[in-house]
């Protein structure tokens, strides 16, 4: 493997350490849903491995197939990868996403009946400075990409708040709607009870007079 190939496996390592993990079967696909506001650049990390890492040896076919998804179940992206990777990709509408994994593997039979272990770390909008500033002398230069990465960081912050705006607004119609519902359920139980009572009296009424009573 190149030097860069190991630093990549190296960042991948660096970058996955705290996050989340799942099982997979060979063949078997699993999703994770994601709620991505609109257009928001979405950037992961992943690394596939061994769930018993003393049952098997690293093999050069074993991979993973990303498929990604949109709110309307419209495929944004769909590719394959070596076991470990980075993707990404651009939202084209706000909500759920649905961010699906795949193993594949040449040599399927070595893996059949064995879990895999799939490492996964999502991050949305821009989380880095270019790394060629930390080797440049001139200050302006570093000055203008810590703006930039800054004015990215600000823009990704707008876009979550605008994006929790609109579920905040969603929300806020169910409950209205929903109240709504309820209160002219709430009426119309009235009105049912109302005429059953006014039922009852008359049926007693015709009761008491057919007997005689009053």
Not at 117 to 128: A, C, N, T
Not at 136 to 142: A, E, G, L, P, Y
Not at 180 to 186: E, F, I, P, R
Request: with cysteine; aromatic share 12%; charged share 25%.
């Amino acid at each position: 493997m190149s030097l860069r190939g190991v630093g990549f496996v190296l960042q991948c390592y660096l970058m996955l350490a705290a996050a989340m993990y799942f099982d997979l079967g060979e063949q078997e696909e699993k999703c994770i849903i994601e709620e991505i506001p609109e257009d928001m650049l979405v950037t992961g990390y992943f690394l596939l491995e061994p769930w018993d890492m003393n049952s098997l040896t690293n093999s050069p076919h074993l991979g993973v197939t990303v498929n990604i998804r949109d709110p309307n179940h419209e495929v944004l992206m769909s590719k394959r990868y070596s076991k470990f990777g980075k993707f990404t990709f651009t939202s084209h509408g706000s909500g759920q996403h649905f961010l699906c994994f795949q193993t594949n593997s040449t040599r399927f039979s070595v893996y059949a009946g064995e879990r895999l272990k799939l490492h996964l770390d999502v991050q949305m909008g821009e989380h880095s400075i270019d790394p060629n500033t930390d080797r440049t002398k001139d200050n302006m230069q570093i000055l203008e990409n810590s703006l930039s990465h800054l004015i990215d960081q600000m823009m990704y912050i707008t876009k979550q708040q605008d994006y929790q705006r609109e579920k905040e607004e969603s929300f806020r119609q169910i409950s209205e709607d929903t109240n709504s519902k309820v209160l002219w359920w709430a009426v119309v139980q009235f009105f049912i009870l109302l005429s059953v009572g006014f039922w009852q009296m008359k049926r007693l009424k015709d009761f008491f007079i057919a007997k005689k009573l009053v």
